[in-house]
Nanobody
Framework: QVQLVESGGGLVQAGGSLRLSCAAS????????MAWFREAPGQEREFVAA????????PLADSAKGRFTISRDNAKNTVYLQMNSLKPEDTAVYYC????????????????WGQGTQVTVSS
């Protein structure tokens, strides 16, 4: 079992920045690919960013490219999502997830999920 706890969400104006963190516990963190997904009201959960076990591979959704950066610190058992130039359409609950795959962009491959953190971007 892997337990994931997200933090760092909040209310920010358009153009601002937030840094989300996800602290993992329970198993060897470096054995898991990690990702961030988000879910806006009335919409399906969508992929935002992933990071491979070593941190070397970091695929991003098209909507995140050029604005978001995902990283991980295996010594601290933490994955981060730096979000810059935020837009109102980025408003959603952001979820951290862990997979036994090296990395993946597909939500069904993630067995472990955090409780989510709300990000609200005002115009």
């Amino acid at each position: 079992q892997v337990q994931l706890v997200e933090s760092g969400g909040g209310l920010v104006q358009a153009g601002g920045s937030l840094r989300l963190s996800c602290a993992a516990s329970g198993r060897t963190f470096s054995n898991y690919g990690m990702a961030w997904f988000r879910e806006a009201p009335g919409q399906e959960r969508e992929f935002v960013a992933a990071v491979s076990r070593s941190g070397a591979v970091t695929p991003l959704a098209d909507s995140a490219k050029g604005r978001f950066t995902i990283s991980r610190d295996n010594a601290k058992n933490t994955v981060y999502l730096q979000m810059n130039s935020l837009k109102p359409e980025d408003t959603a609950v952001y979820y951290c997830a862990a997979t036994t795959a090296v990395w993946s962009t597909r939500s069904f491959e993630y067995a472990y999920w955090g409780q989510g953190t709300q990000v609200t971007v005002s115009s």
